[in-house]
């Protein structure tokens, strides 16, 4: 049976959720989390779980009755109705990516146990995602998965294309857990979190201003699901950064505005302009219009790795990403801990091309995480089902 979990299934989920851990290659033995953050985080919602149990009988054989007490009966066997066992389970969350079309979904955990295998359980899993990506006018599903060849067969077979070995050659730059974080970043995310003043949801669009080294900085935000406004999670943002001197205007949020106003257009501040078409024209618009001016556009989304927690995921790269530096990562982690915190891990997704290299744009921000010691794990692939894949398998399995 496929259901969504239920409180007394935490238990089983967590020991099958290691298990699938153990599964992969230098992932260690246990997970990060503890099986008490582990409940928090299902019960939290945030992410999505369909379990695959079964009944557990059992058959005993018990004597028949007698009037003598010192005599046994015949034996006779006695089924008896076990308990409900979870032997699989599917883990999955909202995703962003300008890419594949936008609005998708995110398989961050997969797995049957061994035992379970080779019977259709897992498409029968699967088919419950399909389900909640047609329900929510998903354009894809995104899922990474450790390199072996099965893997790849049985993805290849369900329709997902191997995004990594193919445009746009898609890899991950990862930091996991806080001692990497403060490792890398510097940034001690459970006293970013302590220090975060609780506040109410970020406004659908805000904008950050502040002086670095005689230039001006303003980082501006823009909601990419508008139509979760009642939603008790954050949504994914498109991040604009701007980098100029300090002498170039006044500073204040109303001068920012006629700012960009003025060298971009007014999609810059119109908060109804389509997303894409602004991360589209970041690239050109570059220093385009001013050679002082510098830009750099990506996607930053709040997102959940079941192993270890709420982490921060970075996409979508495009203009002078020299402006993505180790303080603005950190401002960044910073800006998100009052509403996301403690940030546990952070991702950044990059794409490269077929010789495995970064393309021509993303070279700086390459240099930027080397130099901070973040390096790719190319045993990491993403897959991608996309929409007419998503319908075609669901209505396979209805």
């Known amino acids: 049976m496929i259901r969504l979990v239920k409180e007394q299934d935490y238990d089983e989920l967590y020991k099958l959720s ?33 379990i695959l149990s079964t009944k557990v009988h059992e058959t005993n054989f018990k004597s028949t009755d007698s009037d003598n007490e010192f005599e046994q009966g015949p034996s006779k066997q006695q089924r008896i109705e076990g308990v409900e066992k979870v032997v699989g389970y599917v883990a999955f969350l909202d995703d962003y ?38 329900t929510r006018g998903a354009k894809y599903i995104k899922l990474f998965f ?47 979190f302590r220090m975060a003043q609780k506040e ?14 005689g ?35 006044p500073h204040s949020e109303q001068s920012v505005e006629n700012y960009f106003k003025r060298y971009f257009g007014s999609k810059w501040v119109d908060i109804n302009e389509d997303p894409r078409v602004i ?10 219009h001013d050679l002082t001016v510098q830009l750099c556009g990506f996607v930053e989304r709040p997102s959940i790795c079941c192993w270890l927690g709420h982490k921060l995921d970075f996409s979508n790269f495009v203009g002078d990403l020299s402006l993505i530096t ?10 998100w801990s009052s509403e996301w915190g ?36 190319d045993s990491w692939k993403c897959a991608i089902l996309d929409e007419k894949e998503i319908r075609a398998n669901f209505e396979k399995e209805a």
């Open 342 to 377: 403690p940030i546990l891990g952070v991702d950044f997704e990059i794409t490269g091309d077929e010789n495995e290299e970064p393309t021509a744009e993303n070279n700086a921000l390459i240099r930027t995480l080397n130099s901070l010691g973040v390096n790719n794990d």
């Open 97 to 134: 990516d300008f890419h594949f079309g936008g609005l998708g979904i995110l398989v961050d955990q997969f797995f049957v146990s061994k035992e379970c295998r080779g019977r259709g359980h897992g498409e029968y899993l699967l088919n419950e995602v399909y389900k909640q990506a047609l």
């Open 279 to 288: 991360w589209r024209g970041i690239s050109e618009s570059s220093g385009e």
């Open 200 to 213: 109410s949801k970020h406004p659908r669009m805000h904008i950050l201003q502040y002086k670095e080294d």
């Open 215 to 249: 230039f001006d900085y303003v980082i501006k935000n823009l909601k990419l699901i508008t139509h979760k406004e009642n939603c008790p999670f954050p949504n994914p943002d498109l991040v604009i950064v701007a980098k100029y001197p300090a002498e170039m205007h």
């Open 146 to 192: 450790q390199q072996r060849e099965d893997r790849n067969a049985i993805y290849n077979r369900l329709g997902y294309i191997n995004r990594s070995d193919n445009p746009p050659f898609l890899r991950i730059y990862e930091i996991y857990g806080p001692n990497n974080i403060k490792k890398h970043l510097g940034l001690d995310t459970f006293d970013a």
């Open 18 to 50: 290691n298990e699938l851990l153990r599964n992969h290659e230098n992932q260690g033995e246990n997970t990060w989390i503890t099986l008490e953050n582990f409940r928090g985080l299902v019960e939290e919602k945030f992410v999505q779980f369909y």
């Open 326 to 335: 180790k303080d603005l990562i950190v401002r960044r982690i910073h800006y």
